[in-house]
Nanobody, 114 residues
């Protein structure tokens, strides 16, 4: 069974930076797309950034130019710069297996103070 192990997150002041990482454990196969979603209190979960197995990326409009997603095999990272209070949320790692099955991490809290 694939498990997504997240690290990073925490508390930072507005304008600061954080880096999230997520490793897919329990598989010898390369995952297809990997990415990050986030969910703020009282809001729906939304896509933040996604990267495919061939390196193609897409970002939410709200984070373009500030966040960068990268990948090394089955580890995906999200570099978050110029953080804003509205970026405060629980961030979830996600990955799609080679059979199209989706996996989710447990989530990591990111809090940006003003």
């Amino acid at each position: 069974q694939v498990q997504l192990v997240e690290s990073g997150g925490g508390l930072v002041q507005a304008g600061g930076s954080l880096r999230l990482s997520c490793a897919a454990a329990g598989t010898i196969f390369r995952m297809n797309a990997m990415g990050w979603y986030r969910q703020a209190p009282g809001k729906q979960r939304e896509l933040v950034a996604r990267i495919t197995s061939d390196g193609s990326t897409n970002y939410a409009d709200s984070v373009k130019g500030r966040f960068t997603i990268s990948r090394d095999k089955n580890t995906v990272s999200l570099q978050m710069n110029s953080l804003k209070p509205e970026d405060t949320a629980v961030y979830y790692c996600t990955a799609t297996g080679r059979l199209g099955d989706d996996f989710w991490g447990r989530g990591t809290q990111v809090t940006v103070s003003s």
